[in-house]
C-alpha cells in the first residue's frame, strides 16, 4: 500500500515522500498514530501543492534574508572603549556588544549568529561574519576606537 508520510520516520522517509508499506502496517499503526496519509490522487495533489505553497515561502523569506544580509555587509560599527597602556582594551569586545550596536542600527540578531572566535581585545579594524541565515552569511565591519 502506497503512502505519503507525514512525519520523519527514520525506518521509512522523510516528511512528504511516497512510500510503499504493508497494509496492516499502514492500518493499524502509520494512520492511527497520524504518521501518514493513503497516497488518493486528491492526497497527492494536495502534497504537491503543499509543496509549492512552501516552496513559494521559502523563496520570498530567502530573498528577505538576502536583502538584510546586503545592508548589514555595508554596516561599518565604531565602538569606543578604554585602554591602557600599549593600546591593549580594559575589557574587550564580545558578540553581545556586537549584537547591541547592530541593534541600535535596527538590526534584529541573536547572539549566537554573530561567529565571533574570540572576543576583540585590541584596537583596530575587525570583519565579523553574522549568520542571517541557516545559508545566508554577512559580514559587518568593526572598529575598535579608543575612548576620549
Avoid: C, W
Avoid at 20 to 43: C, D, S, W
Avoid at 95 to 115: C, H, T
Wanted: net charge positive; glycine share 6%; proline share 2%.
Amino acid at each position: 500500500m502506497k503512502v505519503i508520510l507525514t512525519e520523519n520516520l527514520s525506518s521509512l522517509g522523510q516528511i512528504g515522500q511516497v512510500v510503499n508499506v504493508a497494509p496492516g502496517y499502514a492500518r493499524n499503526y502509520l494512520f492511527p498514530q497520524g504518521l501518514a496519509l493513503e497516497a488518493t490522487g486528491k492526497n497527492v495533489k494536495e502534497l504537491d501543492h503543499r509543496k509549492r505553497v512552501l516552496a513559494a515561502k521559502r523563496e520570498k523569506i530567502r530573498q528577505e534574508m538576502l536583502s538584510v544580509a546586503e545592508k548589514i555587509n555595508q554596516v561599518k560599527l565604531v565602538l569606543r572603549r578604554k585602554v591602557a597602556d600599549e593600546d591593549k582594551l580594559y575589557g574587550s569586545v564580545s558578540a553581545a556588544d556586537i549584537q547591541s550596536a547592530l541593534e541600535e542600527r535596527g538590526f534584529i540578531v541573536a547572539r549566537k549568529d554573530i561567529q565571533l572566535d574570540q572576543p576583540i581585545k585590541q584596537l583596530g579594524e575587525f570583519t565579523v561574519s553574522v549568520r542571517v541565515d541557516a545559508q545566508i552569511a554577512a559580514t559587518v565591519g568593526v572598529v575598535v576606537e579608543k575612548e576620549e
